[in-house]
């Protein structure tokens, strides 16, 4: 029977970055972007209700059984924080753990453009992080609020579900709020911390309606936000802000993100072409006169075109970063042609040198 200090000792020596409980498989762990299995017996439904017990509390356990899942995040001595999402399959639960980061790395291990510090000097607006699931989306709205807390006397106010990094506080003030422990929601989360004089709004996710409505109205107000999108790149972020709202609210909510909206940058993790690790690409997306007045006119699949010529003012397309890894030997030509928007870039600049090769 696996027990939960065994599964992290696993996950310590693999440097996994994520863990995955599933019945009648061993347990699961995703190093290098790829999920491998651990030797060892299978999952049973009982042994999954013990992992469950060994690390949640009697209160956690009730309410998701109650609501059928349930997020939060926990410290173990020797692995560090982790965040927890439990979920119920042929209602047997399982899990997926993410394994954080103990230290927040600088921008050039990380591979971010350098742009970052710009947009951590910003006084107002909305600064958003965008792309799939599990690219360091959080990771890289923590390396912006360290750059803040190192440089600036500012309060910063995260809202998070749940908290994976605790920032300590230098020259700023940093309250973390995390879902369902301090906070009911995100929602309810943002009203509250307008009243508390900030000058920086971190929010782990604009899932809802409300959540961007209210995000939107503090960017417009005088507020820094942060936040992160579920969306692939700039144009399909402001894309998803403006139909979430009905029609008879969308002229206001262009105005309002025309005119807050301060920077896009979408993230992907690749494999490397040597198989050792992953590889970030980014796009850039630093909102300008032109930006605007799409967003305003709701002709945002136009910006693609202002990002592409908008080198001088550090943008970069995702299409572009690809090519530029490919041409660096960072990716294979097959990662960056089935991960480009339009593959007529990669293949007219990289396909001569990979029919050589």
């Not at 060892?40 to 309410?63: H, M």
């Not at 692995?79 to 980061?101: A, D």
């Not at 009911?184 to 604009?206: K, N, Y």
Request: glycine share 6%; hydrophobic share 40%.
């Amino acid at each position: 029977m696996w027990h939960m200090k065994d599964v992290l000792l696993h996950a310590k020596q693999f440097c996994a970055s994520d863990i995955h409980l599933v019945h009648r498989v061993a347990p699961l762990l995703r190093i290098n972007g790829e999920i491998r299995q651990v030797k060892g017996k299978p999952l049973t439904s009982d042994n999954l209700a013990l992992l469950l017990r060994e690390i949640a509390t009697p209160k956690q356990i009730e309410s998701f059984e109650k609501t059928r899942h349930l997020c939060f995040s926990m410290n173990r001595e020797g692995i560090g924080r982790l965040r927890v999402s439990v979920y119920y399959h042929s209602l047997i639960p399982e899990m997926s753990i993410r394994v954080c980061e103990s230290n927040i790395r600088s921008l050039e291990e990380l591979g971010l453009p350098p742009i970052l510090n710009d947009l951590a000097r910003l006084s107002n607006g909305l600064v958003l992080v965008t792309g799939p699931t599990g690219v360091g989306k959080t990771t890289t709205l923590n390396v912006i609020v360290d750059i803040i807390n190192q440089e600036q006397r500012k309060k910063i106010v995260m809202i998070e579900d749940p908290v994976e990094f605790v920032h300590q506080n230098a020259k700023s003030i940093v309250i973390q709020q995390e879902i369902l422990t301090d906070t009911p929601s995100f929602q309810e989360a943002l009203v509250g911390v307008l009243r508390q004089d900030p000058d920086v709004i971190v929010i782990g996710e604009m899932r809802s309606l409300e959540t961007i409505e209210t995000a939107l109205t503090a960017a417009e107000t005088g507020h820094l936000v942060l936040a992160t999108l579920h969306t692939p790149d700039s144009v399909q972020s402001v894309q998803r802000i403006q139909t979430v709202f009905p029609a008879s609210q969308q002229q206001l909510i262009n105005m309002q993100l025309a005119n807050s909206l301060q920077a896009v940058v979408s993230q992907r993790l690749l494999p490397r072409a040597d198989g050792k690790g992953r590889v970030l690409a980014f796009e850039t997306c630093l909102v300008n006169y032109a930006i605007r007045n799409k967003i305003r006119e709701r002709n945002a699949h136009l910006i693609y075109h202002d990002i592409q010529s908008g080198a001088r003012y550090n943008m970069q397309l995702m299409d572009q970063s690809l090519l530029q890894l490919y041409e660096r030997g960072e990716i294979t030509y097959e990662t960056a042609i089935s991960n480009a928007r339009d593959t007529k870039l990669i293949q007219t600049r990289g396909g001569a040198t990979y029919s050589e090769s």
